[in-house]
């Protein structure tokens, strides 16, 4: 089992920037692919951006191309996702989510998933 938390979420104004933490315990970090999805409100749960067990092999979702960033440093066992230049289009509860090996960017594909963190752009 792999455990997941999420930290950083809140509200920010258009155009400023959080960056969001997933924390993990459990197996050995370096074994999974992980991703970032999101939901907002009556919305399916849409892929943000992925990354490699050794932070190559980065995925980004094209809404989120030049914006965001997601690194991952596994002596810490944390990803991160840079949200730079955001939008309120960009409010949803955000996810992060665990599979072995491949990076792939399917929700249905990942197997560890955290408790969500809110982000909340206001216009």
């Known amino acids: 089992q792999v455990q997941l938390v999420e930290s950083g979420g809140g509200l920010v104004q258009a155009g400023g920037s959080l960056r969001l933490s997933c924390a993990a315990s459990g197996r050995t970090f370096s074994n999974y692919a992980m991703g970032w999805f999101r939901q907002a409100p009556e919305k399916e749960r849409e892929f943000v951006a992925a990354?490699?067990?050794?932070?190559?092999?980065?995925n980004y979702a094209d809404s989120v191309k030049g914006r965001f960033t997601i690194s991952r440093d596994n002596a810490k066992n944390t990803v991160y996702l840079q949200m730079n230049s955001l939008k309120p289009e960009d409010t949803a509860v955000y996810y992060c989510a665990a599979r072995s090996w491949q990076v792939l960017t399917r929700a249905e594909e990942y197997d560890y998933w955290g408790q969500g963190t809110q982000v909340t752009v206001s216009s």
């Open positions: 990354i490699g067990r050794f932070g190559g092999n980065l």
